[in-house]
């Protein structure tokens, strides 16, 4: 037996809302040397991995061909020959719908080890975030889940004419839009009334979900109004009538709205993250790594014998004290004053044990620890020796999902945290939209950068998200 063989995990990256990936997914993704993903995984999900992790995108080519399963199949049994942990991220649960069947026999032939992590189904996600809920006592007492995109295979067993009681009080049919058409005229063949509520769920559990409500006889042309694609999924049965007294997700204060987060750290972005919870479609973008600078052992002494240490950032006080433990230094060797720039710094000093105090700059000397960037905007009076934790690189391997995710959407405004992120921002936009990024609103934290962005270009201001930004709510939630 060969004991190099690696691991796949078969992983459900759940409905699209990141908050909905279990646990164990997360765990798996940490650990991927290489994840394959396809277009109904969130990637932003992709986060989760290594710098050092491959991504491996299944959805187009360069040559713009769909990659066919069977190269998947071929890629899963290369990537685990070579001995590494791939993931194979599917949206929703690998096992409704996933193909994880047809994948988990392509590894078992070469004795491959693997396991299946189930995920949020697609189909009862949507329909919770629309005010659906597939059963209810009054209403339904089964659900039926069928994918309404037919295959040779399956062509037959999907127009199949089963007995009426076999057809389910409530039914949830996957990647149907194409097909709906026909789906309506089958069910009306099969005795469900014209008048049976249905709703086609555009991008369930996302900022830019879209539901479209009609009956077997309306919905057709409602949803050809509407232009709802795929992905979608549509829900049928008289459960639907709860979804106008029940809908919350459409209720939430930017529900729809479609920003990016500018960023300039690549630390994850709590704004993405609050305004997400808050309805939103929200991206950060660039995404961005941090290369550790590596010590000198002249540094590291320059460190432990400084009068005090001022850090600029969280990620620094991980590089450095990671380091710093490394070579045998602890805690006790540490200067008395050590000093932050940021509530963010603050709280990774105290993870680490250390009360910090604000910084300031006064004249007793000092060493100022940040990222490269940031150091070289800076001016330094003599009495501070600036020494670099970390650079800040683009990390390439979004460049697909970026491509993708800019030009995919019509982003509305752009939120910009500090001046940096404006420069960065201009710099990445370009790289993969040819909108004009002037088209965007901006809204900015603090009076300086917002006058910076409008002397860089950015003309209109998103009020509603100023106002939240300017009220400090997005700080007290995260």
Not at 67 to 96: C, F, H, W
Not at 166 to 185: R, S
Not at 352 to 357: A, L, V
Request: hydrophobic letters at 35%; aromatic letters at 8%; glycine letters at 6%.
């Amino acid at each position: 037996m060969n004991t190099n063989k690696g691991y796949v995990a078969f992983v459900g990256a759940g409905p699209g809302d990141i908050g909905l990936i279990t646990n164990k997914g997360i765990e798996c993704l940490k650990k991927a040397d290489v994840v394959l993903y396809d277009r109904l995984a969130n990637p932003r999900l992709l986060r989760f991995t290594s710098k050092d992790c491959t991504f491996i995108y299944c959805g187009k080519l360069p040559n713009n061909h769909i990659m066919r399963q069977e190269k998947i199949n071929e890629t899963l049994v290369e990537e685990a020959l070579k001995g590494k942990y791939v993931v194979r991220l599917k949206g929703g649960d690998p096992s409704v719908f996933g193909r994880v069947g047809e994948e988990a026999e392509a590894i078992t032939k070469y004795d491959i080890s693997f396991e299946i992590v189930p995920g949020v189904t697609s189909s009862i996600a949507a329909s919770a975030y629309a005010g659906i809920p597939v059963t209810h006592r009054d209403y339904s007492t089964s659900f039926t889940i069928r994918t309404g995109h037919a295959c040779k295979k399956n062509e037959a067993a999907i127009h199949h004419e089963p007995k009426q009681e076999a057809i389910g009080d409530t039914i949830a049919y996957y990647m149907g839009v194409k097909g709906l058409p026909g789906i309506c005229e089958n069910l009306l063949a099969q005795g469900k009334s014209s008048d049976t509520k249905v709703a086609v769920i555009e991008w369930a559990t996302l900022g830019k979900q879209r539901v479209v409500e009609g009956t077997l006889k309306t919905i057709v042309e409602m949803v050809k109004e509407a232009e709802l694609g795929n992905p979608a999924l549509t829900i049928i049965g008289d459960v639907v009538q709860l979804r106008s007294s029940i809908a919350w997700f459409e209720k939430k204060a930017f529900y729809q709205r479609k920003l990016l987060i500018a960023k300039s750290s690549s630390e994850e972005s709590l704004l993405e993250r609050y305004f997400s919870k808050n309805g939103a479609e929200a991206y950060a973008f660039p995404t961005l790594k941090a290369i550790a600078h590596s010590y000198t052992t002249e540094e590291l002494q320059l460190i432990v014998n400084a009068e005090r240490l001022i850090f600029a950032s969280a990620e620094g006080v991980e590089f450095v004290f990671s380091q710093l433990f490394k070579a045998d230094y602890d805690l006790r060797d540490l200067p008395r004053q050590i000093e932050h720039l940021s509530d963010k710094t603050r709280k990774g000093l105290e993870k680490r044990g250390i009360r910090s105090i604000k910084a300031s700059y006064d004249k007793r000397s000092a060493i100022f620890i940040g990222n490269e960037r940031t150091i070289e905007k800076q001016i330094f009076s003599d009495n501070l020796l600036a020494l670099p934790s970390h650079t800040i690189q683009i990390d390439e391997r979004f460049h697909e999902v970026n491509k993708r995710l800019l030009t995919e959407d019509c982003w509305e405004t752009v939120i910009f945290p500090n001046k940096q992120s404006v420069d960065l921002f201009l710099q990445e936009w370009r790289k993969f939209s040819e909108r004009n990024p002037m088209e965007l609103s901006f809204a900015a934290i603090g009076q300086s950068v917002k006058e910076y962005a409008a002397k860089q270009g950015f003309k209109h201001i998103d009020e509603q998200v100023q106002q939240e930004l300017d009220n400090q709510d997005w700080k007290r939630e995260c």
